[in-house]
């Protein structure tokens, strides 16, 4: 039996495993995976999502671009629909900084719908998370420039899940920034 409490389970694994020695950049050091899980939380409670597959690839996302994982090991563990979604969301971390985030900006509009679904939660989530505190070492104008930036990719992401859209542009206009 593969039922999909087991299937999460067993990802949620993977993730904490993959994530074990990496922390955010919050003064505390609270650990990595309590993101990808907050993400995934974000999509089930306030997303009302319940695609199984999305669910996975929202706790998976940043383990292509953050740890040794590769796209065949996921497509091997989870199968294909997972990895693509992870690879969908994936930057190419060889690349600068700023082409790196004007290619999000790009490419956003283009993604499928279940990876638009774990961006919209993903934005939503590291916001949230810039209120709650600010990275070590950021100003607060690299915290406004990320929300402008998040915006511009958000706006490629629109006409999704309304209920993400609306807490994300409560967001932005809490800061001044139009969408
Ligand atoms: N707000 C916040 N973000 C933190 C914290 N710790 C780690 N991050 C991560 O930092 C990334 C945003 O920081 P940037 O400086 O813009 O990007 P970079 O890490 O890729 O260089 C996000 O990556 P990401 O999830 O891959 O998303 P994205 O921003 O690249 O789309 C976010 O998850 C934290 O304490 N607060
Ligand atoms: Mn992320």
């Known amino acids: 039996m593969n039922s999909d409490a087991t299937l999460l389970l067993e990802t949620v694994h993977f993730a904490a495993e993959k994530h074990r020695n990496q922390r955010r950049k919050d003064p505390e050091g609270t650990p990595y995976i309590n993101h990808p899980v907050g993400v995934a939380r974000i999509l089930s409670h306030e997303g009302g999502v319940s695609d199984v597959e999305v669910l996975q690839a929202a706790l998976l996302h940043d383990t292509v671009e953050d740890t040794d994982t590769t796209p065949a090991e996921l497509e091997a563990k989870f199968g294909p629909v997972v990895a693509r979604i992870v690879q969908e969301v994936t930057d190419d971390k060889s690349l600068p900084k700023q082409e790196r985030k004007r290619q999000q ?57 309304s209920a993400l859209e609306q807490k994300l542009e409560e967001l932005f206009k809490q800061r001044g920034v139009q969408l």
């Open 105 to 161: 900006v790009e490419h956003a509009p283009h993604c499928s719908r279940q990876a638009k679904l774990v961006k919209l939660a993903d934005k939503l989530y590291n916001l949230r998370d810039l209120n709650r505190c600010t990275p070590v070492g950021w100003t607060a104008e690299r915290v406004q420039e990320y929300f402008v930036w998040a915006s511009e990719v958000v706006k490629g992401l629109r006409g999704t899940n």
